[in-house]
């Protein structure tokens, strides 16, 4: 195609006006080659990497394809399902569609667990034009038969890859399970490994195949580098790379949820503005603080793989992988989130010795040799990791002592609300009443002072009781119950 512009592909009018709202004029490599294609209907299946423009790349056409033939929904359905593996990235996806089809009056909704169930039924009650849902959430609602997908027309299936690492395989069939057998599909991944294509094959239709980058490799404006150092010593280099200015806004991954924790919690000691954002971490909490990190009021956001793909903010300078993935795939993926819209990126990888076979398989899959400083037995890491956690010690020792809460200290209530009268305010030992005194009277209870020496002092061990037999013509024996159905011994029944 020699005019790679938006309007030689034919868009519907409102989108192109939602487009130039938006600055966008040229498509990129995956959407010029899959519009076209998913504009006449046809199956396709996509392999591109995060920030390569997919999002654009099946919502423009959907949305074209959708006003071109306006159906009014029935109730508690969907004309359009997309499926997507975690809650941030479904939301970015509705957004995107909300955002390209704002002048074509659909109703949009998003789907996904850590909220109420209440908004999400009222916003399906009418029909919907757009659903973005994680499959969880989604299988609640079918099985609650608030949402039928007996009459959906399109079915999304994005980030197919990260579906299989999650362990979505199994509910995203259950989910085809529901849809009409005439749809059209649409499949997205950045990798195909075997079982992603399996289930291509189940669900696609003669499709046509969509790749823009040899498959699971990285963005080749990203600067990639790998520092070799101990465990222990990773908080410090962390919090030594951001005494760099140039790190203005950065993404840090961790294996686990805990460890996200940890991590931000040091930084923070440590003088950065960081963030964790997981698993157990509510949508409320994890709302803000991706919100917090794209207004520039967090410096850093520490991120487990679940997040990885649902981060989409622009300008993000750094990508750290304090822990290596288990999985070589989550690397690229990771990395992925920085040099994003023509941007330029660093990522860098921490890797401790019993990570080095990670290491190697990553540079199997992405098929280059990562270039390593090596900064073991480093002194002014250890010192630096030093200062960090007495800094962190005297902050928890500053911290002021808690209220006490309503009620703290009053101790029990109802049956012991007498007892309750003589306690002290703070609570404590009960006071004791003079004896011989005046009704009501009372006195504190004798404070035992404190010993600071008792511990030292050797105790004086007790002698064991020693427990002597007793006679034998002493021992006394229990009375046998009597056969009189258990009614005492009583007399007994006479003839």
Not at 38 to 63: C, E, H, S, W, Y
Not at 422 to 436: A, D, I, M, N, T
Not at 469 to 482: D, H, L, N, T
Request: net charge positive; glycine share 10%; charged share 25%.
């Amino acid at each position: 195609m020699t005019d790679n512009t938006f309007e030689a592909l034919g868009l519907n009018s409102g989108l192109m006006s939602a487009l130039k709202v938006a600055g966008y004029d040229k498509p990129t490599p995956i959407q010029a080659k899959a519009i076209p294609h998913v504009m006449k209907g046809a199956d396709l299946l996509g392999i591109a990497q995060t920030g390569t423009g997919k999002t654009a790349a099946f919502a423009l056409p959907i949305l074209h394809r959708l006003a071109e033939n306006r159906v009014a929904p029935k109730p508690r359905t969907t004309r359009c399902l997309v499926l997507s593996p975690t809650r941030e990235l479904a939301t970015q996806i509705a957004d995107s569609f909300k955002q390209y089809g704002q002048h074509l009056g659909f109703r949009v909704a998003v789907v996904f667990g850590g909220v109420k169930y209440g908004g999400q039924e009222r916003a399906m009650q009418q029909g919907l034009d757009i659903l973005v849902a994680a499959p969880g959430r989604l299988l609640d609602h079918i099985q609650q038969k608030t949402l039928d997908l007996s009459s959906t027309e399109i079915f999304v299936l994005d980030e197919a890859d990260q579906m299989l690492d999650l362990g979505f395989i199994k509910p995203i069939r259950q989910v085809v399970s529901r849809l009409p057998a005439r749809r059209q599909n649409l499949f997205f991944s950045a990798t195909m490994p075997s079982e992603i294509g399996k289930l291509a094959g189940e669900l696609l239709q003669d499709p046509i195949k969509v790749q823009v980058t040899p498959q699971a490799t990285t963005v080749e404006r990203i600067k990639q580098s790998v520092i070799w150092v101990e465990q222990g010593r990773k908080r410090a280099l962390l919090t030594e790379l951001f005494s760099d200015p140039s790190y203005t806004r950065c993404l840090v991954f961790t294996k686990t949820k805990h460890g996200a924790d940890k991590v931000a919690a040091y930084l923070e000691a440590g003088g950065v503005e960081a963030g964790a954002i997981h698993g157990n971490k509510s949508q409320p909490q994890r709302e803000r603080a991706l919100e917090a990190f794209k207004n520039g009021k967090l410096r850093v956001l520490v991120a487990t793989d679940i997040a990885a793909r649902g981060i989409d903010v622009d300008k993000v300078t750094h990508v750290v992988n304090f822990e290596l993935p288990y999985v070589p795939e989550s690397y690229v993926h990771r990395i992925g989130r920085t040099a994003r819209a023509g941007e330029k990126g660093t990522a860098i990888s921490f890797v401790a010795g019993d990570e080095m076979k990670l290491l190697k398989d990553i540079e199997k899959v992405t098929r280059q040799k990562i270039p390593m400083t090596d900064r073991r037995n480093d002194k002014a890491l250890a010192q630096l990791d030093a200062s960090i956690m007495a800094a962190g010690v005297a902050a928890k020792a500053t911290l002021p002592e808690r209220e006490p809460r309503k009620g703290e200290g009053e101790g029990n209530r109802g049956r012991n609300r007498r007892r309750n009268e003589l306690r002290p305010s703070g609570g404590g030992q009960p006071h004791r009443v003079r004896k011989g005194g005046r009704p009501g009277e009372v006195v504190d209870a004798p404070k035992r002072e404190y010993d600071p020496m008792a511990s030292e002092r050797p105790k004086t061990p007790r002698e064991p009781k020693v427990r002597e037999p007793a006679p034998v013509g002493e021992i006394k024996r229990r009375p046998r119950r009597p056969s009189n159905g258990g009614k005492g011994f009583g007399k007994a029944k006479q003839a």
